[in-house]
C-alpha cells in the first residue's frame, strides 16, 4: 500500500470545521483513501472512504485533490467527541478484503 | 446487532504463562483481522481469516502465537510462553468482504494484555 503523511497532531476549537490533511503523493489508480479514527481506549471506527470524487456522509467530507495525491478530512462542526486519533490509509479496494495498515496518525483534540 | 466481542477485556498475566484471548465477529462476516497496538509499533496486523481460513500470518511475531477459527463465529489468539514484550491491546475486527471498495471493517473493543 502507498504510505501516507499526516501531521502529528491538530487543536480545533468546539463548534468550528476541523480539516485534517493527508498527503499520499504515490498513491495508485487503484487505491482507494480511506479514513478511520480511534477514540481513547477504543478500537478503531471507519468514518469515509473515496477514490477520486469528493465524498460526504453523516460523519464527514472527504475531500481528494484531482492529482489524488492529497486529500483532507473534514469534520464540518467539530465536538469535544471528535477528540481522537484520525487515521488516513490508502488502500487497494478489490471484491475480497484487505487488512488496513495503519500510520501514525492525527491527534485531534477538540477544545472548550 | 452486539458488534465485535472481545474477550477477556483485560488480561493480566506473568511471564512464561499461556494466554488465549477470544474473538465473536459480527454475524455473517466472512473476514477476521486480528490486530496489536502497542506505543512503539501502533497498530499492526497480526493475522486475517477469510471463511474460517487463514490467508496471511506473516504480521504473527514468532512461534509463540497462533491463532485459530474454529467456525465462524468465533476466533481465538493465543500465547504460549507469553513474556512482557506481548504486553499490548490486542483488536479484533471483522468484515463483510463481498461489498468491494465499502468493505469497511468493525473493530472489537480491545483485550489489554499485561505481562508481568
Known amino acids: 500500500d502507498a504510505k501516507t503523511t499526516q501531521p502529528p497532531s491538530m487543536d480545533c476549537a468546539e463548534g468550528r470545521a476541523a480539516n485534517l490533511p493527508c498527503n499520499h503523493s504515490?498513491?495508485?489508480?487503484?487505491?482507494?483513501v480511506y479514513w478511520y479514527r480511534q477514540i481513547h481506549s477504543q478500537g478503531p471506527q471507519y468514518i469515509i472512504h473515496?477514490?477520486?470524487n469528493n465524498e460526504t456522509n453523516e460523519m464527514a467530507s472527504l475531500i481528494i485533490t484531482e492529482d489524488r495525491k492529497s486529500s483532507t478530512l473534514i469534520l464540518p462542526h467539530a465536538t469535544l467527541r471528535d477528540t481522537a486519533v484520525y487515521y488516513c490509509?490508502?488502500?487497494?479496494?478489490?471484491?475480497?478484503?484487505?487488512?488496513?495498515?495503519f500510520g501514525k496518525g492525527t491527534r485531534l483534540s477538540v477544545i472548550a | 446487532d452486539a458488534g465485535v466481542i472481545q474477550s477477556p477485556r483485560h488480561e493480566v498475566t506473568e511471564m512464561g504463562q499461556e494466554v488465549t484471548l477470544r474473538c465473536k465477529p459480527i454475524?455473517?462476516?466472512?473476514?477476521l483481522f486480528w490486530y496489536r497496538q502497542t506505543m512503539m509499533r501502533g497498530l499492526e496486523l497480526l493475522i486475517y481469516?477469510?471463511?474460517?481460513?487463514?490467508?496471511?500470518d506473516s504480521g504473527m511475531p514468532e512461534d509463540r502465537f497462533s491463532a485459530k477459527m474454529p467456525n465462524a463465529s468465533f476466533s481465538t489468539l493465543k500465547i504460549q510462553p507469553s513474556e512482557p514484550r506481548d504486553s499490548a491491546v490486542y483488536f479484533c475486527?471483522?468484515?463483510?468482504?463481498?461489498?468491494?471498495?465499502?468493505?469497511?471493517?468493525?473493530f472489537g473493543p480491545g483485550t489489554r494484555l499485561t505481562v508481568l
Open positions: 504515490t498513491i495508485s489508480g487503484n487505491e482507494y
Open positions: 454475524s455473517g462476516h466472512d473476514y
Open positions: 481469516f477469510n471463511n474460517n481460513v487463514p490467508i496471511d
Open positions: 475486527a471483522s468484515s463483510l468482504g463481498d461489498r468491494g471498495p465499502g468493505n469497511e471493517q468493525f
Open positions: 473515496g477514490l477520486k
Open positions: 490509509i490508502v488502500r487497494v479496494a478489490v471484491s475480497g478484503n484487505t487488512p488496513l495498515v
